[in-house]
């Protein structure tokens, strides 16, 4: 079986959501803390073994390329400043992996974007990570999937239960649990799939595992995707291409173990710099502090 080397990322949606902080900046740059989404995503790749991220963009997003590009003006003022430990993380950015991009002309859809990475990726396994979707888990999201790729030899999803009444704001796999000899200590996450749906309408949905934006896929996903029509929203959608994957060549389901943070949502996005906040070393203490007295006003105002 060929080794998953490479990491599709499609950043190239127009980030509606987010308006009007997305109007000139990726919303994948917009930073946890003060690392950027994409950066969080980039990292738990190269965590789980990813040697080249494949990044597919648009035409106001280059912000991403030169994030993960040396930036030799700014080394030169952090070296003659002494400033050491800022030097060496900053270079540790584009040291990281190998970083390619691809453009996607027009926002097609999530099928359309990975279709775009075709040629970058060639005839291997990929990942496929959505940048405002985040994992902190251990072992870290990616390598969760690739575990259950390397045993079952099928395409792998990432999935965690969502609470009733809300499917229909997601991807919907349903299948049957498996014991795959991966987990020992826990009782069996991994699901072979055999249905999924893309936000199904209320009461229709086959369970509440919903897809969690991250993904291992065999490189027929590409056939499947250049003949799938365009579904929900006009769109070309990444989950109608893997029905077919599932009915041609079978698929897996992993339920992850670890947070997920919806990053793309106003809400989840400040959870996530939250929670990020409160672990850091520098600052968790005094934000948790600032925290506690904000939520005692706000409850105390009620
Ligand atoms: P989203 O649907 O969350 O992204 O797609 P969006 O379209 O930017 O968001 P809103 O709803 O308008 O706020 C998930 C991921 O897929 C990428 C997005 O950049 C995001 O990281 N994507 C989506 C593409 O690369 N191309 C597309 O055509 C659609």
Redesign the pocket.
């Known amino acids: 079986m060929k080794k998953v080397r490479k990491a599709v990322m ?9 308006l009007p902080a997305t109007k000139a900046i990726p ?2 740059m917009l930073p946890i803390v003060d690392v950027p989404t994409v950066q969080l995503n980039v990292e738990e790749c190269v965590a789980s073994g990813i040697e080249e991220i494949i990044f ?1 963009t648009a035409r106001g997003k280059g912000a991403i390329e030169d994030h993960f590009d040396r930036a030799a003006d700014l080394e030169a003022l952090l070296e003659r400043k002494g400033r050491k430990e800022d030097l060496a993380a900053l270079r540790r950015i584009s040291a990281m992996a190998r970083f390619v991009s691809v453009r ?1 002309g027009e ?4 099928g ?2 990975v279709l775009c990475a075709r040629d970058a990726v060639g005839d291997e396994p990929f990942a496929v990570l ?3 979707d985040l994992f902190v888990g251990q072992p870290p999201g990616v390598a969760q999937l690739l575990g259950v790729y390397e045993r079952q030899g099928v395409g792998v999803v990432g999935l965690q239960e969502v609470p009733v009444g809300q499917e229909h704001l997601y991807g919907i796999a349903g299948g049957e649990r498996i014991d795959d000899g991966g987990f020992p200590s826990r009782s069996s996450p991994t699901l072979r799939v055999s249905k999924l749906i893309e936000k199904p309408a209320h009461g229709t949905a086959p369970s509440r595992m919903a897809i969690i934006g991250r993904y291992v896929l065999p490189p027929e996903i590409f056939a499947i995707l250049e003949r799938t029509p365009p579904g929900r929203g006009d ?1 070309i959608q990444l989950t109608d291409g893997l029905a077919t994957l599932c009915a041609e060549h079978g698929l897996c389901g992993i339920e992850m173990a670890g947070r997920r943070f919806d990053a ?1 949502d106003r809400a989840g996005y400040v959870l996530a710099v939250l929670y990020h906040a409160l672990k850091r070393t520098d600052i968790g203490a005094d934000v948790r502090a600032g925290a506690e007295r904000l939520l005692a006003e706000s409850r105390a105002a009620k």
């Open positions: 499609p950043v190239a949606g127009m980030g509606t959501r987010f919303k994948e597919v996607q926002p097609r859809g999530l359309h974007a959505l940048g405002d769109e793309g």
